[in-house]
Each structure stands twice: as C-alpha cells, then as structure tokens.
C-alpha cells in the first residue's frame, strides 16, 4: 500500500497527461466498457454534501473509490470547498494498494474533462475566455482550455472582486501574454464570450440567455448536486447538450432542476461526452450553434488519474509504504 500525500500529487501531475487520462476514460465510457454506479450523496445538515464515487475502468487495470465533499461556506474557515481521499485497490484481488490525495486530482480531472469537451465542442477560432467563479476549480479550467484552445483574452467574474482578481493575476503569471481583465458584472464578461466556463455553487441561474451569443461553448462545472443550476433554462433549449453521465446529470448536473420542473425532457439531451469521443456521435456541426457540457464529474475520471499517478509515484520512489491498511 502506497500513501501518496498532496505535494507528491502536485509533483506528478500534468495538465498534458491528465487531459489523454481523462479522454481515455471517455472513450471508455463511450463503448460501455466500464463499471460507474452513480456517485452517493449524503446531504449534511451542517452545510455540505459528502459523496462516495466507485468505478472500475477493466482496461486500464483500474478499480477504486473516492470520497469527496462540497461546502461552499469552507472558504470562510481557510479550508477548501472541495476535498478528496482516492483508494485504488488490486482488481484482481482487491487488495488495497494506494490511498492517495484527491483533492488536486478532483481539479485536474474536472479541468481534463472541459479541455476535452472544449476540444470537441468549441469553434477551432475560439479566443475568448469567461470565467463566471473564481474559486479553485476555475485555474485549473484555464488552464485545461489553454491545452486545447488559442486563448487571447480571459474575462472573469466572480462576486467577490478579490477571487476574479486572484485569477487574473494567475492567469499573467503564466507568461503567455493572454489580456486578463476582472469584469465588474456577469454580463460584460459573458456577452464578449466564445467560450465560457461556470464554477460557482449557485442555486439560480447567474448567466441570462440574452448574454449568450451563438457559436458560444459553455462549460458548465458547478452544478454537481441536486438543486443546483447556474445557467438561465431557455440556454439550455437553444442548445446541444452533452452531458458527462446521463443519470447524474439528470439527477444533479446542470440540467437537474430544469428536468425536475419539466422544463427540459431527457430526449432533448444530444448526447454523452463519450459518445463524441468515440465518433458515435458527431461534436459541433456548425458555427452558430451553442454547445452545453454538463459536467457532474466522474468517478471513472478521478480513478483513471489516480492510476496514472500511482504508476508515476513507484517509477519516482514517491509515496510512503505501509503495511497494516486492510492487509
Ligand atoms: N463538475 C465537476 O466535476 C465539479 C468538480 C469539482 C467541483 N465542482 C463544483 O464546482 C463549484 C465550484 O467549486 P470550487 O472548488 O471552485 O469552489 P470555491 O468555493 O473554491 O469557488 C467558488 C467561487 O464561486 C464564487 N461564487 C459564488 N456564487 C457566485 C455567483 N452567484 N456568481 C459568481 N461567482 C460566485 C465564489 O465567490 C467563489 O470564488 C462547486 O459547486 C463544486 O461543487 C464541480
């Protein structure tokens, strides 16, 4: 068994890589050849959520679970809102043989997956980038998308000034010359996009239909929990939707609450990400349209990653060894 802490996730981990761990996993899925229960919610009366994810990628020798939580008030107590733990075990005998740190690999993975969906979905011209939620996941976005897209300018909107700030100074940081500038509203950010990603922890819909311009690709992250919605419905109708998983999503992905209130049916959905990776199912077939990604996030992601770093660690002589843990 192999304990791999934060740091020596951090060490390992590349956007590059992860983006080809997280297409592969998509390919996967796409030809039915993977085990992925949807993720189990409890819903804490203290003011989160804490989810249990399973998956088994046969493949790529790759089984386990991970454990992750949402508390969107933890910024206020220093802690992050999202944190994980990822068990990989031996399928072939179930012997434990790593538990890793998951929180920078929740990141990475929920950044691989738009990079892919943007990759298949976004116009080959895009240039312009919004980021509506300026909090953890959303640096991990620019990152992912600039992998995959010849970003010019980023705009960022967050309703704490001092986040979207945060994330514009990152953004110059990366020495790419991108023009990074913090919007003083949503609009003025989303109206200027081609592509558009959405992280907050909203429970309304923070991004209007009329803002959104044709040909634009959205990336919509933040709604992973039922109740959840950050994109205004009538987006949705005028849209081609692809989601990451047909029953999260339908269960707690961007498109739940419309669904719930009978706004959307499931037959309006185009497809799963997957299907596209797989050439099942044809990406975006024209400038104008305006392309949804749901993304819940998926257990088969964050497992397909954690065995990449487990590989990565033993050939580095990372990670503590330690016996006693389940043998
Ligand atoms: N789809 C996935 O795979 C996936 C993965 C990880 C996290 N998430 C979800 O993404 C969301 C963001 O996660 P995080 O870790 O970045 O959280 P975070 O707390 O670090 O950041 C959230 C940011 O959103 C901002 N915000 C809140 N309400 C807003 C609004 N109405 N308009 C604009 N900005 C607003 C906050 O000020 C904060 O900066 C959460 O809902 C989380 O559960 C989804």
């Known amino acids: 068994m192999l304990i791999i802490r934060r740091d020596e996730v951090l060490k390992l981990l590349s956007m590059r890589d992860v983006i080809e761990v997280v297409e592969e996993a998509f390919r996967e899925k796409g030809m039915n050849a993977v085990q992925m229960p949807p993720k189990q919610y409890l819903f804490l009366e203290e003011g989160g959520d804490l989810r249990a994810m399973p998956a088994y990628l046969p493949r790529l020798g790759a089984s386990g679970v991970k454990v992750v939580n949402s508390h969107p008030r933890n910024r206020e107590k220093g802690l992050p809102s999202v944190m994980a733990i990822i068990e990989l075990v031996d399928p072939a005998t179930g012997r434990p043989i790593a538990l890793m ?92 996009a081609d592509i558009l990603v959405t992280a907050t922890p909203a429970r309304e819909p923070v991004v209007r239909d009329e803002w959104v311009r044709p040909g634009t690709h959205i990336n919509a992250i933040g709604a ?100 006693g843990l389940g043998l």
């Open 224 to 323: 992973d929990a039922p109740g959840k919605e950050e994109l205004d419905p009538a987006i949705l109708l005028r849209s081609k939707i692809v989601v990451d998983d047909y029953e999260q999503t339908m269960h707690s992905g961007e498109i739940n609450v419309p669904i719930s209130k009978g706004i959307l049916r499931r037959d309006q959905i185009y497809g799963e990400l997957g299907e596209i990776v797989t050439g099942r199912k044809r990406g975006r077939t024209s400038r104008d349209e305006i392309t949804v990604f749901d993304s819940t996030g998926l257990a088969i992601l964050d497992i397909a990653t954690a065995r990449r770093v487990l590989e990565m660690a033993r050939s580095a002589g990372l990670g503590l060894a330690m016996e």
């Open 101 to 192: 740190d998951g929180t920078e690999i929740t990141a990475y993975r929920t950044g691989g997956a738009s990079a892919v969906a943007t990759k298949y979905l976004s116009r080959e011209d895009s240039r312009n980038l919004c980021i509506v939620g300026a909090g953890a996941q959303s640096r991990r976005q620019l990152d992912a998308i600039l992998e995959v897209r010849d970003i010019g300018r980023l705009l960022v909107y967050d309703v704490v000034r001092g986040a979207a700030e945060g994330l514009v100074e990152y953004a110059r940081s990366l020495g790419r010359g991108l023009g990074a500038e913090a919007a003083d509203a949503p609009r003025d950010c989303v109206e200027q």
